[in-house]
């Protein structure tokens, strides 16, 4: 049985320092459930698109949810893949699979089927549940269940709500994160982190002392969605932010008011376009912002940082690798300072190495590694993987620690700088990517021979990835970029699939013979796709009516292309979910029109987008008829 930590709130809020001791091997924290068990029956637990959940009905669910599978022989350091839309079930099942003592694994519905296949049958998933309906299975040789199976009242009295007593290093989760060998690879976390990373962020006062409504933002297959989900284990109201609104930073501001949502994480990359709109006066509780997933730079450092100094709202910069449990660092955003990740957590202690393994002074730079009680199990059925990312840690009695591959500079107070990484990982939009995954995807093509893939600072307006390849076949020439694309879409997350695509006869090299990443040309700007050929002439000359001209202007602007054509689709000249807010948000501003980012998804041709936002224009008060 453990021990119930008692969190020491604040009154305003810090971060301490490392701690001087090695944290126990688990953390001698209350179970997630225990302290789930203790919530006010009557209080709010769920707010979904769907419904909601008292507390007292989110205890039965996911109680019943448990004896079902229970009776499937599902039990400790059993897997559970969820393969569920975001929606009220999603937190039953996920409860659910805790209450039964085995872990879960998050199959985003939106990943490409053989991706999603993938996971489940790489894990070893013991079980799938799925939405009600869904007959196709997704791994054949799997058991499947739908998600009403398991929680439809009836079949007897359904049992008092009693979680399965785990062990502290017992499995909680399994998430799958890109792998540098062509191949995604899932990390285990086990309770005892899950339990000791929600005791941290109320120890460190990001949690607020009282009643929180804490918007759930993320993907569940995206580590960040625990450090959200942990909170309802507080007795924090958990309030779902459906896809439409995560997308659209205007509805997500007003979801922000309506909610009366209290904590709410998000990347950089969002935040910049969220921070304007939301309101000025904080409410009687600040919002607080727990920003991570991607460095943040020192404008938006200093916006943040200014609107956190006039209280309306509170801003903690988090970092940390999926394999130790979320967030490893926390740095309160002050417009006084530069970026910086800020200082390690309680549950992990740091050490920052040189390529000797020889810890740098104060002030030098080197690779971090983090140890301590957070310290994920390792890399499931990936023994060899787990051996040369956890090692042994020279500072420790038989304790391992993790090799997180990135650099930071040791500031003089103990706070750590983000230097960028020391191999091929990238951070785009707030996801980790590894760039070889998508290499070995490509030479999958069969008129690929070889690709190589780069994170570029300016894309079409924006970071975002460049696929370099040269052709199997010179004399049938290289594959086609829409060829291309559709191959990645197939098997990739859309977030992993590159803004451009760039065909090479060969490769530039250095006087060694080595790739030459350097010399590697940037990606000429978007061309037009159209059945025609390239836009190149005047508006006039492309069949373009006014208003499509209007927003051709803006659609160029903010892809980067030279010209844009009737015919032409946002997202097969380079847009994705990032480029779609700056459209929304320079329509707005030139043209007045307050255009969803969902009419985006629903209109990518320029006709059809202009067309929309003509009736858009028509409709509003003032118009003529």
């Known amino acids: 049985m453990t021990t119930t930590m008692t969190a020491v709130l604040p009154e305003r809020p810090r971060v301490a320092a490392a701690p001087a001791a090695e944290p126990a091997s688990v953390p001698a924290v209350a179970d997630l459930l225990d302290r789930l068990a203790q919530a006010p029956a009557d209080r709010t637990a769920v707010v979904a698109a769907d419904r909601e959940l008292t507390f007292a009905e989110l205890r039965a669910e996911a109680m019943r949810f448990a004896g079902r599978l229970a009776a499937r022989g599902i039990g400790p350091e059993s897997v559970v893949a969820l393969a569920l839309p ?80 785990v062990a502290a290093d017992g499995l909680a989760y399994v998430i799958y994160t890109s792998g540098s060998t062509g191949l995604p690879k899932g990390v285990e976390i086990h309770r005892g982190a899950a339990s000791a990373l929600l005791a941290e962020l109320e120890s460190e006062g990001i949690a607020a002392p009282g009643h929180g409504r804490v918007g ?132 992990l202690s740091m050490r920052v190495l040189d390529d000797k393994l020889n810890p740098v002074e104060p002030g030098g730079s080197g690779e971090l590694y983090l140890a301590g009680a957070r310290v994920g199990r390792g890399y499931r059925r990936r023994p060899a993987l787990t051996a040369g990312r956890y090692t042994a840690d020279p500072q420790g009695t038989g304790t391992r620690m993790y090799r997180t591959g990135d650099l930071v500079r040791l500031l003089p107070d103990g706070r750590l700088g983000y230097l960028g990484r020391a191999d091929g990982q990238v951070k785009l939009r707030g996801h980790r990517v590894e760039l070889p995954e998508i290499e070995a995807a490509l030479t999958s093509h069969p008129a690929v021979a070889e690709a190589v893939v780069l994170l570029r600072d300016e894309v079409n307006g924006a970071p975002g990835l460049v696929a370099y390849h040269r052709p199997q076949d010179p004399a049938a020439g290289p594959a086609d970029a829409a060829a291309l694309r559709a191959h990645l879409t197939a098997s990739l997350p859309a977030y992993m699939v590159p803004a451009a695509f760039v065909a090479l006869d060969r490769f530039p090299t250095t006087t060694q013979g080595k790739l030459d990443r350097a010399a590697l040309p940037a990606p000429a700007p978007a061309a037009a796709d159209t059945a025609d050929g390239p836009a190149d002439g005047p508006a006039e000359d492309l069949g373009l009516t006014r208003s499509q001209a209007l927003i051709a202007g803006v659609w160029a602007t903010v892809l980067g292309a030279s010209r844009v054509g009737p015919d032409d689709n946002f997202f097969k000249l380079g847009g994705h979910s990032l480029l779609a807010i700056k459209l929304v948000s320079r329509v707005r501003a030139e043209l007045g029109v307050a255009l969803p980012v969902k009419a985006v998804y629903a209109n990518p041709r320029l006709r059809d987008l202009a067309a929309h936002i003509d009736t858009l224009v028509a409709a509003a008060p003032g118009q003529d008829a």
């Open 86 to 165: 975001r929606g009220s079930a999603l937190f039953t099942a996920l409860i659910g699979t805790l209450t039964a003592g085995a872990g879960y694994l998050p199959v985003d519905p939106k990943l490409p089927a053989d991706r999603r296949r993938y996971l489940v049958e790489d894990s070893g998933a013991d079980l799938v549940v799925t939405p009600d309906g869904d007959t196709a299975p997704l791994a054949p040789g799997t058991a499947h269940v739908s998600i009403g199976e398991l929680t439809a009242p009836g079949g007897g009295a359904d049992p008092e709500y009693r979680p399965v007593p």
């Open 216 to 347: 759930w933002n993320a993907s569940p297959s995206f580590d960040a969605s625990v450090q959200q989900w942990v909170r309802l284990c507080r007795g924090d109201t958990l309030v779902m932010v459906d896809d439409e609104t995560r997308a659209d930073p205007a509805l997500l501001a007003r979801f922000v008011d309506e909610q009366a949502l209290t904590d709410l994480d998000i990347t950089p990359s969002h935040a910049e376009s969220l921070l304007d709109l939301l309101t000025e006066d904080g409410g009687p509780r600040p919002l607080t912002l727990l920003i991570g997933g991607e460095a943040i730079g020192p404008a938006l450092w200093q916006r943040i940082g200014e609107r956190a100094a006039a209280g309306t709202l509170r801003a903690v910069n988090l970092y940390g690798p999926t394999e130790c449990t979320v967030d490893s660092t926390a740095g309160w955003i002050d417009a006084a300072d530069a970026p910086h990740i800020g200082r390690v957590l309680p549950g």
